[in-house]
């Protein structure tokens, strides 16, 4: 089975409007969680990421919140924008068996203006 | 800035063929990898390198070789081509002991 999911392949919202991507994995042993954007055609670039000493972790317009106890973790985007249209991925690692990132499925989100 | 180039930038290729993909890196990482993208699957992981010399399998491995002669490049082998490998790869560099990902701009692969 995928040992990262993320459940929801799209996700459409309005200018302005909070997007909210959602992420769970299963391997307990993961440490380092990550967001990396793609646009069609282009090479995932890398958005956002924390360890798992912290809950929380915002830059800018961007929030990731990670609840280990349920396997989760997400990325809020505030006052979207249409150019925050892409696909998502969602990505974790266990930093004791090397970096090597297990990736979601990806969400591709819509910002309509 | 990170640099990481694959050639090529699209094949056609025939089933039983032999496919070879290069990547190169000039950011001297130490750790390599190669993923496939398919819809609904996100990136799937190939294989992976430590460092010259090394290869280990990543998650979806079976049909794949792969090769790292040097720091900088890192090859993945389809010795027997199928059309279940029609895809996009991505190659990826990564600094050990840093989690951050640089990708290549991929590959488009066509096996008919």
């Known amino acids: 089975g995928q040992q990262v999911k993320q459940s929801s392949p799209s996700l459409t919202v309005q200018e302005g409007g909070i997007s909210i991507l959602n992420c769970d994995y299963e391997n307990d042993m993961f440490d380092y969680f990550a967001w990396y954007k793609k646009y069609p055609d282009n090479s995932p670039t890398l958005l956002i990421s924390v360890r798992s000493n912290v809950d929380k972790r915002e830059d800018g317009r961007l929030t990731v919140f990670l609840n280990k106890s349920g396997k989760h973790f997400s990325l809020h985007i505030t006052a979207s924008q249409p150019e925050d249209t892409a696909v998502y991925l969602c990505a974790g690692s266990n930093n004791n068996a090397g970096a090597k990132l297990t990736f979601g499925g990806g969400t591709r989100l819509t910002v309509r203006p | 800035e990170a640099a990481v180039t694959q050639s090529p930038r699209n094949k056609v290729a025939v089933t039983g063929g032999k496919v070879t993909l290069s990547c190169n890196q000039t950011n001297n990482h130490n750790n390599m990898y190669w993923y496939r993208q398919d819809t609904g699957h996100g990136l799937r992981l190939i294989h992976y390198?430590?460092?010259?010399?090394?290869?280990e399998k990543g998650d979806i491995p079976d049909g794949y070789k792969a090769s790292r002669p040097s720091q900088e490049n890192f090859s993945l082998i389809l010795e027997l081509a199928t059309p279940s490998q029609t895809s996009v790869y991505f190659c990826a560099s990564g600094d050990a002991g840093r989690n951050t990902l640089y990708f290549g701009a991929g590959t488009r692969l066509s096996v008919l």
């Open positions: 390198s430590y460092g010259a010399g090394s290869t």
